[in-house]
């Protein structure tokens, strides 16, 4: 079934919406939700979360392209399912160790920022992935989107520990200075 179909069924409130965006999408969303959270049973939860939040949202909005914009909203539910958990356990896990590393590239976004710098930051962000080899670009968002950890990474592209943490390292520092040339700098 279509992504435009799909969203027709919310828009008909037709139960058959969440149905066909399970069969469409699911496996994508708990990996989502499971490389963030590293718990099967929170990852299903915040699938189940993903499609209510769909039932909710879905409408007003009419998303174009509805595997990212239900991924987003998966990936922001297991960020902040993440965050629940941590402040009850006080631990820290991968979402939080890739976060301080990007501590020194990207600026916080607590200086009041409005809807048009924040948008101005997205697509200075895009621009630099798009301009990075394709390697460094996997290899950037596995860490800093999916969370992966680095032994993660390197089981999965076939590298030393150390090569993707020298390759992530030289990223941030593109990055950093891409951002300062850009007008964002911390």
Request: glycine share 6%; charged share 35%; hydrophobic share 30%.
């Amino acid at each position: 079934m279509t992504d435009e179909r799909i969203v027709e069924l919310y828009w008909e409130r037709s139960e058959e919406a969440i149905e066909e965006t399970d069969k469409a999408y699911g496996r994508y969303f708990h990996y989502i939700a499971y490389g963030i959270l590293r718990d099967d049973g929170d990852s299903e939860e915040t699938v189940n979360d993903t499609y209510l939040k769909a039932w909710n949202t879905i409408p007003p909005e009419r998303p174009k392209h509805l595997k990212a914009f239900l991924g987003r909203i998966t990936r922001q539910l297991s960020i902040n399912r993440l965050e629940q958990n941590t402040a009850q356990k006080r631990g820290n896990g991968q979402y939080l160790l890739a976060l301080d590393e990007l501590d020194e590239c990207i600026p916080d976004g607590d200086g009041g920022s409005d809807i048009g710098e924040l948008t101005a930051l997205r697509e200075s962000l895009n621009k630099f992935l798009r301009s990075l080899p394709p390697e460094a670009r996997r290899v950037f968002i596995r860490r800093y989107w999916h969370m992966h950890t680095v032994s993660e990474i390197a089981d999965q592209f076939s590298m030393s520990e150390s090569k993707v943490k020298s390759l992530l390292m030289r990223t941030r520092e593109k990055l950093k200075k891409h951002l300062d040339k850009e007008g964002f700098g911390i």
